[in-house]
């Protein structure tokens, strides 16, 4: 429920709300997966999926991109918010992808090209675009918040990349950003599928503010009712509740002490580089990375860190362009079908890979994946 500052800015402001149903025909009783209001010369989108941690669907990227293009002509600013107190957006609805791989029309073959266009459209945004990514935020909630010029996180954020455990690969631009949090800290992300917490998902350089979860409402609010098109006024706003925020302020980044390790580990130029250094290290710690690394994909590591190898030199569009590619052929790899069977369907955790081990996955392999299209309608042209 929104807050009744909110509804009071949004009733001054004459707010006007877009609502689309999940499905075409359906009475308006029916909850919308996204509701796109405009209050004032504002605009603030909502993703609404509580019940699936605002699970990003098909409906809802066809809803925002067009819309978030038009506000960036006419809008001064942009909020991004999920419903609930549990999840931002906890990651693309892979199971409806796996279960029309045999359709006449599979889901995958337009879902990613559109997830990627819209992510691309929020790293390009030529206004303010602010997250809050209260509560869980993985995969393509990743893609919606990462991109924009601010992330606000909350003692209740979980952020992470798992997607190496399903057979796929951290993609919706994680060839982009996650090179570029510094050092190897990237590639050990993407690799495990490290979950980071609270204010440590700013240490770590993926939110640029925190703020109390009990005070969004305010933050909003406060947002909503800013009169000036300055972004130093923004910044203001979102610095205040940031300096105000009580959480953790003194507790040091959860991998300071690993840090080192994962720079001489995680700087391997292969994967089977990186575990021969864990293997050397020899830590607690480095037998817990080992022991992640061993249940992941094979396929999936390698074309993973083949992935953050090659995005560290490439523009976000270029980025994307790459990802699309290899999304276009592992989402139909009988490691993605596998894994999500494992992890979200029959939840036994024992997935069986094919290839099973890191050997079986040749440079060839991996190559293939980067390919361009043999259907150049496929490409994504950015």
């Known amino acids: 429920m929104l807050c009744s500052r909110v509804v009071a800015c949004r009733l001054r402001a004459g707010v006007r709300p877009f609502l689309v149903s999940g499905c075409r025909g359906m009475a308006s009783t029916v909850p919308p997966d996204a509701i796109l209001e405009e209050v004032g010369n504002k605009g603030v989108i909502t993703l609404n999926k509580p019940r699936t941690l605002n699970a990003l669907n098909s409906n809802m990227v066809r809803l925002i991109y067009p819309k978030l293009k038009e506000w960036e002509g006419?809008?001064?600013?942009?909020?991004?918010?999920?419903a609930g107190e549990k999840a931002f957006c906890a990651g693309g609805d892979i199971r409806s992808i796996v279960d029309t791989l045999n359709d006449p029309e599979?889901?995958?073959?337009?879902?990613?090209?559109?997830?990627?266009?819209?992510?691309?459209?929020?790293?390009?945004?030529?206004?303010?675009?602010?997250?809050?990514?209260?509560?869980?935020?993985?995969?393509?909630?990743v893609g919606l918040s990462v991109h924009g010029q601010y992330r606000v996180a909350t003692e209740r954020s979980i952020f992470a990349m798992p997607e190496t455990a399903i057979g796929l690969f951290p993609d919706v631009g994680g060839s982009y950003f996650l090179p570029r949090l510094g050092g190897s800290l990237g590639m050990f992300l993407a690799l495990t599928g490290w979950r980071l917490k609270g204010r440590d998902v700013l240490k770590a350089g993926v939110a640029t503010h925190v703020c109390d979860s009990a005070r969004l409402g305010e933050l909003e609010t406060s947002l909503l009712s800013l009169e000036s098109f300055y972004p130093e006024d923004i910044t203001n706003i979102l610095q205040k509740f940031h300096n105000e925020a009580s959480f953790s302020k003194d507790?040091?980044?959860?991998?300071?002490?690993?840090?080192?390790?994962i720079e001489a580990c995680f700087s391997g130029q292969s994967v089977e580089e990186i575990i021969t250094n864990l293997e050397k290290d020899g830590s607690e710690w480095a037998k817990k990375q080992l022991m992640t690394i061993a249940r992941m994909?094979?396929?999936s590591l390698k074309v993973t860190h083949e992935e953050i190898t090659r995005g560290a030199n490439l523009t976000l569009q270029e980025c994307l362009t790459m990802e699309n590619r290899v999304v276009?052929?592992?989402?139909?790899?009988?490691?993605?079908s596998e894994g999500v069977r494992a992890v979200l369907i029959d939840?036994?955790?024992k997935p069986k890979w094919d290839p099973a081990t890191l050997e079986g996955v040749t440079r060839e392999n991996v190559e293939s994946f980067y390919q361009p299209l043999e259907d150049p309608s496929k490409e994504l042209n950015l």
Not at 109 to 116: G, H, I, L, P, S
Not at 329 to 336: A, C, S, T
């Open 74 to 82: 006419t809008k001064s600013m942009v909020i991004i918010k999920g």
């Open 106 to 141: 599979p889901l995958g073959d337009y879902f990613f090209k559109e997830e990627y266009t819209l992510n691309c459209l929020i790293g390009t945004l030529q206004i303010p675009y602010i997250a809050l990514i209260d509560g869980v935020t993985m995969g393509g909630g």
């Open 251 to 261: 507790e040091p980044f959860c991998l300071q002490p690993v840090l080192p390790q």
């Open 297 to 299: 994909s094979p396929t």
């Open 328 to 336: 276009s052929r592992l989402h139909v790899h009988p490691d993605f």
């Open 347 to 349: 939840k036994d955790n």
